[in-house]
């Protein structure tokens, strides 16, 4: 019985340690000085969230990446976020495409998973694109024996989500 209740208090003090860290990220409070007070003092640190509002730099460019998430046998379905030139770029979703738009040159596109609770990332490996104005290049994410990597293809792959 003892141990039980041990357990369960564990669990509770980590659920409400999650919540109260969630609240000082995001800003959440009932103390709108208090909010402006904190996020003024500590910069979010939370996953990038993929938000319509705010204005991409990969929204406008001369050239054009696309950026397609392949499901493979070994894919464990985990939302990737692609990073150019160790900036967001955005979130990719299993099965999904996405245009990222950038300047001419030589770029390299990349990325991260979050781990199970959040609490960490796994970086991906860059790999390195020259982009021209007028030929889009394309880049896949793939899980290929348990490892996940992006390349550079030379058409985009077929939609199989």
Known sequence: MLSRFTLATLMATIM???CAR???VTGTSHDSTATADA???QPATGAPIDNNDSPSPFETGPTVINVSHLVTRTDDGSSVY???DGQDAGLLKKGEKREIRVAPGKHQIGGYVQTLF???KVTIASVDVTTEPNSPKNVV???TRQKPAFSETDAT???NS
Request: net charge neutral; no cysteine.
């Open 141 to 143: 994410y793939s899980v």
């Open 157 to 159: 792959p077929p939609n």
């Open 39 to 41: 996020s003024a003092a």
């Open 118 to 120: 959040g609490f960490g």
């Open 82 to 84: 692609v990073t150019v």
């Open 22 to 24: 969630l609240a000082a």
């Open 16 to 18: 409400l340690t999650g």
